[in-house]
Nanobody
Framework: QERLVESGGGLVQPGGSLRLSCAFS????????VVWFRQAPGKEREGVSC????????RYADSVKGRFTISRDSAKNTVYLQMISLKPEDTADYYC???????????????????WGQGTQVAVSS
């Protein structure tokens, strides 16, 4: 069965770090763009980052630039979201999505994602 499996969430103090993983199960990440969204309670979903399979150039929301890094590891069939200098406003459920052949040009509005993970919770609090 083809699916995305997220992991790596948890509770961390402000200023701390976490690394989220989005593992491809049952298929490979080749040719798939991968996006990370997040949704905090009572707020709209926010596109955080996207990386395509073609140019590998990452895109980031302004709110996370300089703090989050998205990367692809083909050997491990996994995409990572490294998060540093975490803030309380980063608290949310984080989801990864995948779109075949997509180039991340408008990832926050794009609706053609083929797969979604189940989500992982991130809580930033002292």
């Amino acid at each position: 069965q083809e699916r995305l499996v997220e992991s790596g969430g948890g509770l961390v103090q402000p200023g701390g770090s976490l690394r989220l993983s989005c593992a491809f199960s049952g298929f490979t990440l080749d040719n798939y763009a991968v996006v990370w969204f997040r949704q905090a309670p009572g707020k709209e979903r926010e596109g955080v980052s996207c990386i395509s399979a073609f140019d590998g150039v990452p895109r980031y929301a302004d709110s996370v630039k300089g703090r989050f890094t998205i990367s692809r590891d083909s050997a491990k069939n996994t995409v990572y979201l490294q998060m540093i200098s975490l803030k309380p406003e980063d608290t949310a459920d984080y989801y990864c999505g995948a779109a075949w052949g997509y180039r991340c040009s408008d990832y926050e509005e794009y609706v053609g994602y083929d797969y979604w993970g189940q989500g992982t919770q991130v809580a930033v609090s002292s």
